[in-house]
């Protein structure tokens, strides 16, 4: 039985949808993914010229960050003088390993895919209660057991947050990733054959997640990765590659990639990827209440995700010559605070964003 579009088979082809790497080449699976890259820079498509200059979204981010951090100090008070009506409370996340098949489209539906998603029409409802077995996780002393306990939690958090918009849908349905802690390498479905090195993914073969306890040591901005619950937004991103497998975002997108030139389809990858950062501001702004996000915390977790981009992971930073498939550090930064201020889902509609907004 064929996976997603007739005549594709989506599960077993190519590399994850890992985190981007730096350096003036970037290749490989660090970078690359099934249907276009991960979360921190590299390139399935290296190479490539100037970009035309584009105005920069860093004006718009200025703003949300004034807006988001009115909002952690509004759920304080909030806490303080009432506490949470979680929403969606009686929902019991389904355990890892419930594989199904990603639903069957036909090619005439690739755009509306993209740009008219069902996912996009869903509000998300907020706040939702998280679970965390260990709280204070400290990613430096932490066993691999208790790393995949802390993110087998992330993702049932995640179910649970989600999981009314996807019903809402009236066609998708999630599945909760087995997760996977590694340490150098590791062997995936995806990727052809090829060990997949120290990363964060999603591998669409086997809707299964991997997380690295190296990643933090592959570039010096990647060092913040061990700080307090910047792995949440990491795995929120991923579980976000899950939703775009599990709405046909991943596959209509890989199909149009594979439809125009290298730079169509690095634009195209980038769009994913930010869209993947905003449903991860999303996630963290539905359970901020219940994980008890500091402002600290979420400083934090915002300067990972600007030092993520491809500009700065290849130390050039704001360089409107560096053309990546995940997106400079300001247009991620843009997106994931688009997530952390909306409870409409269509604004993660990036597939409809203007060019310089996912630069």
């Known amino acids: ?54 105005r920069s979204p860093v004006p718009l981010i200025v703003g949300a960050l004034a807006v988001v951090a009115l909002a952690m100090i509004g759920l304080g008070l909030y806490s303080v003088l009432g506490g949470p ?66 993110i087998d939690d992330l993702m049932a958090c995640n179910m649970r947050v989600w999981d009314q918009p996807f019903r809402g849908t009236n066609r998708f349905e999630l599945v909760r990733p087995v997760v996977n802690v590694y340490h150098d390498s590791v062997s995936t479905p995806c990727g052809g054959g090829e060990r997949m090195g120290p990363n964060a993914a999603y591998c669409p073969a086997n809707q299964q997640v991997y997380y690295s306890r190296k990643i933090h040591e592959l570039h010096p901005n990647l060092a913040i990765m061990t700080q307090p619950h910047v ?24 199909y149009q990639q594979r439809q125009g030139d290298r730079q169509a389809a690095l634009e195209l990858s980038r769009r994913a990827e930010v869209q993947a950062d905003c449903f991860a501001g999303m996630y ?24 993520g981009g491809d500009d ?24 994931h605070q688009v997530g952390l201020t909306s409870t409409d889902i269509g604004s993660c509609n990036t597939f409809t964003a203007p060019a310089e907004h996912v630069r």
């Open 1 to 54: 039985m064929s996976q997603g579009f007739p005549g594709q088979q989506w599960q077993g082809a190519g590399p994850a949808w890992g985190q981007p790497q730096g350096g003036p080449a970037p290749s490989g699976q660090f970078g690359g993914g099934q249907f276009g890259g991960g979360q921190f820079g590299g390139g399935q498509f290296p190479g490539g010229g100037p970009a035309p200059k584009r």
């Open 85 to 150: 009506d979680y929403q969606n409370d009686d929902y019991v996340p389904p355990p890892p390993g419930d594989v199904k098949p990603f639903p069957d489209a036909e090619v005439s539906e690739v755009d509306m895919l993209l740009t008219a998603n069902p996912l996009y029409s869903q509000q998300l409802a907020t706040p939702i209660r998280c679970d965390l077995s260990i709280p204070d996780l400290n990613l430096e002393t932490a066993s691999d057991a208790d790393v995949k306990t802390y």
């Open 231 to 254: 792995i949440d937004e990491v795995m929120a991103h991923e579980f976000g590659h899950a939703m775009q497998g599990r709405t046909l975002i991943l596959q209509a997108n890989y």
């Open 284 to 307: 963290l702004q539905a359970v901020a209440e219940s994980v008890g996000y500091t402002q600290s915390d979420i400083d934090t977790i915002m300067e990972s995700v600007r030092l």
């Open 312 to 335: 700065n992971l290849r130390n050039r930073p704001d360089d409107p010559g560096v053309l990546g498939d995940h997106g400079h550090g300001a247009s991620r930064l843009y997106w």
